[in-house]
């Protein structure tokens, strides 16, 4: 076997799994699905109200910063629950963390949309 073709075997592989957790994520998570049903509304407006390039981007760049988030989130509650079934405070201490960190991205998201929207939508 050549390794060009080990190579883009690996690639094929990493693709599979990473779109299978993307499958996972959604199927199991509640939060996910919320997540991009807000997204694909913020999406609508963004068509109706013809936004820029660079407000697209930004919108873009939003978006996945919140999934991916909420994403990691999630693998980070399944290994630990996983690592320590029992109730620990150092274990409730690390969610609380990630979750926070879920909520910082969700808020710079709410206040991204508010300032490309609010403009169109008040003119
Ligand atoms: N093993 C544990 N030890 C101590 N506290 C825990 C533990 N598991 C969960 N907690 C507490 O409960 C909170 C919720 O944790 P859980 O894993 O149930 O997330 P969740 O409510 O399912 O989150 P999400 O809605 O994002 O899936 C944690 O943020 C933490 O404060």
Known sequence: MSSDYREKNKIHFGLRYALNGLKIAILSERNIVIHFIAATIVLIAGVLYSISVIEWAILFLT?????????????????????????????????????GAVLVTAIVAIIIACLIFAPKILS
């Open 63 to 99: 978006i996945g910063a919140v999934i991916s988030m909420e994403m990691m989130n999630t693998a980070l509650e399944r290994a630990l629950d996983y690592l320590e079934p029992e109730h620990r405070p150092q274990i409730g201490v690390a969610k609380d963390i990630s979750a």
